[in-house]
């Protein structure tokens, strides 16, 4: 079966550090982006940051407000995608997903699967 | 960045209706908008990607228009199960941006 299952949320404190995990299965996880997206208790979707395939050398992405603070690897025998956040504030606390991305018209990479999400709540 | 507007913010309808909502970007992105449906405690799932394409599996009465910087989604004949929030998402540049969500909900 096809899908994504993230694992690691959970209360920590303010300036503290935490890594989610996403456990890939069922397509192979080297051809694909990897994205992480999320939502704070009843706000919208907020992409976080994104690794592209082997074919691009996983390099990164990641938006400005957790660039510095968030780290996005993989671990290919694992078929594992990992997103350590450190320096956590009181403004990360939100369900967090993992996303798939898949290719189209031969350059750009929209998200098609994703994961149930974790929730991570940073409060002292 | 690119900013991602939609509208309306929240909409009210009734089984059997068709409805349409409304998607613009900051800039022009081409055909690289993806729409989503989201339900309450549950993860988002594709419905449209390069602003008309269907996902495999999705059903047809969902349907994707617009190219540069203004987008719609349209469902018709509304069904019980449409009954979700639904974000528009440019993937043209980074960072990627989502629109604010367009809540529809049972009139």
């Known amino acids: 079966e096809v899908q994504l299952v993230e694992s690691g949320g959970g209360l920590v404190q303010p300036g503290g550090s935490l890594r989610l995990s996403c456990a890939a299965s069922?397509?192979?996880?080297?051809?694909?982006?990897m994205d992480w997206v999320r939502q704070a208790p009843g706000k919208g979707l907020d992409w976080v940051g994104r690794?592209?395939?082997?074919?691009?050398?996983?390099?990164?992405e990641y938006a400005a407000s957790v660039k510095g603070r968030f780290t996005i690897s993989r671990d290919y025998s694992k078929n594992s995608l990992y997103l350590q956040m450190d320096s956590l504030k009181t403004e990360d606390t939100a369900v967090y997903y993992c996303?798939?991305?898949?290719?189209?018209?031969?350059?750009?990479?929209?998200?098609?699967?994703w994961g149930r999400g974790t929730l991570v709540t940073v409060s002292s | 960045d690119i900013q991602m507007t939609q509208s309306p913010s929240s909409l009210s309808a009734s089984v059997g209706d068709r409805v349409t909502i409304t998607c613009r970007a900051s800039q022009g992105i081409n055909n690289c908008l993806a729409w989503f449906q989201q339900k309450p405690g549950k993860a988002p799932k594709i419905l449209i990607y390069a602003a008309s394409r269907l996902q495999s599996g999705v059903p047809s009465k969902f349907t994707g228009s617009g190219s540069g910087t203004d987008f719609t989604l349209t469902i018709s004949s509304l069904q019980p199960e449409d009954f979700a929030t639904y974000y528009c998402q440019q993937y043209i540049g980074y960072p990627l941006t989502f629109g604010g969500g367009t809540k529809v909900e049972i009139k």
């Open positions: 690794t592209r395939n082997k074919a691009n050398s996983y390099t990164t």
């Open positions: 069922g397509f192979t996880f080297s051809d694909h982006y």
């Open positions: 996303a798939r991305s898949q290719i189209v018209d031969g350059s750009r990479w929209y998200f098609d699967l």
